[in-house]
């Protein structure tokens, strides 16, 4: 943040204030610091945090908690206790993937309040899935009593390259995807900041909140399909690369001019549909019913996925691999893993299915909202999510 001097006031004046709501947000309910608790919490002088307070009361982000009546009756005047308003505001989390869209609303503790989901065509085109995620957006305020002006920020995760600025630099697995500005086109629904991020990265930043990474800050996480994507926590901070492409093990093929996804999990010689999911759990179910075809496509899909992963966590030697998305229900997946990197792996990791499933991208795009409103009112470290 840069030396402070006598001509920063105001820098001053915000550490002050993030200082002290940080140590209101922390404070474990229903307990209600009074000032005296936070000018030890804090380290501050009484008067600098007692006229923090009072601006932050005036702001609506921290309120005066009435005394119990048996509190006052045994000790008199009771000393005036505060708590940080959640309520202040609302969060939203969004996952646009091909078959869904899904969203999350939380408060500004990050708890959910609400979430809703609507079916999309596959072949949707670029505007008719931003029209779907209108609808979505538009019936999860409406059933949560939330007015669209009370957002505080939106977080957005989908699949495909995104750059900082929101936009879609390549994105082949939704059609009209590529190029596709993105981040511009959602902020005309909103007044508040809308975020962006890749869907594999999303969902690793929610297992290290809320899922199987809470405890390990070096973690890849998979999202296993048909072409696989990766999302990875280096020292507890999202890694996106220099182009925010870092992950794309969907594309390893290529190096070894091998066949295409597509075509591995094939059991007729013809390439199978990369968001056909019906297709593909067909092979899969085929392969458990014993047919040999099918068994030998899904033996080539997990040696594919083992030899992707594998070569993403020799590069960044994590501590945690977790495996999400669609594959990662499908028996077998994880021991021919766990095989594979021990043979290769100087200190193999722990690999460990998904906790959130199907709810990983959504609740990682509403963390990504919930880190931003952080940095603004609490801006003295940066965020697991923060762009350097």
């Known amino acids: 943040m840069g030396r402070l001097t006598g001509g920063d006031p105001s820098l001053l004046r915000r550490i002050n204030s993030a200082v002290v709501l940080h140590a209101l947000r922390a404070a474990a309910p229903p307990a209600s610091p009074t000032l005296t608790d936070l000018t030890k919490v804090t380290g501050l002088s009484r008067p600098t945090v007692e006229g923090v307070v009072e601006g932050l009361m005036e702001s609506g982000l921290v309120v005066e908690v009435p005394a119990e009546e048996g509190e006052a009756r045994r000790q008199g005047r009771p000393a005036r206790r505060f708590r940080f308003r959640v309520e202040a505001g609302h969060l939203m989390g969004i996952e646009i993937g091909p078959h869904r869209i899904a969203a999350l609303m939380a408060d500004l503790g990050g708890r ?89 990265n999303a969902a690793a930043v929610a297992e290290h909140w809320k899922g199987a990474a809470t405890a390990s800050d070096d973690v890849v996480f998979v999202l296993a399909g048909l072409s696989p994507g990766a999302g990875s926590l280096i020292g507890g901070r999202l890694h996106r690369g220099y182009g925010g492409a870092a992950g794309e093990i969907g594309a390893l093929h290529l190096l070894g001019r091998e066949a295409t996804p597509e075509v591995v999990l094939s059991t007729t010689g013809e390439p199978l549909h990369p968001l056909d999911e019906a297709q593909v759990a067909r092979v899969f179910t085929l392969a458990r019913e014993g047919d040999e075809r099918a068994g030998a496509a899904v033996d080539r899909f997990i040696r594919r996925l083992v030899h992707d992963v594998a070569a993403l966590v020799l590069a960044l030697d994590p501590e945690l691999v977790v495996v999400g998305g669609w594959a990662a229900g499908l028996s077998g997946v994880l021991e021919p893993l766990r095989t594979e990197l021990a043979r290769y792996c100087l200190r193999p990791p722990r690999v460990v299915q998904s906790l959130l499933g199907e709810a990983a991208v959504a609740t990682g795009a509403l963390r990504l909202a919930l880190d931003h409103v952080e940095e603004q009112l609490f801006a003295v470290e940066s965020t697991v999510t923060a762009r350097r």
């Open 112 to 200: 959910v309040m609400g979430s809703t989901s609507l079916d999309v065509a596959e072949t949707a085109s670029a505007d008719e899935r931003l029209g779907c995620v209108r609808v979505a957006v538009a019936d999860l305020l409406e059933r949560s009593g939330v007015p669209r002006s009370r957002l505080r920020a939106v977080g957005v995760a989908s699949p495909g390259i995104v750059e900082a600025d929101g936009t879609v630099r390549l994105g082949t697995a939704l059609p009209g995807w590529t190029g596709l500005p993105l981040g511009e086109r959602l902020q005309r629904s909103f007044r508040c900041p809308v975020l962006v991020e890749n869907d594999a």
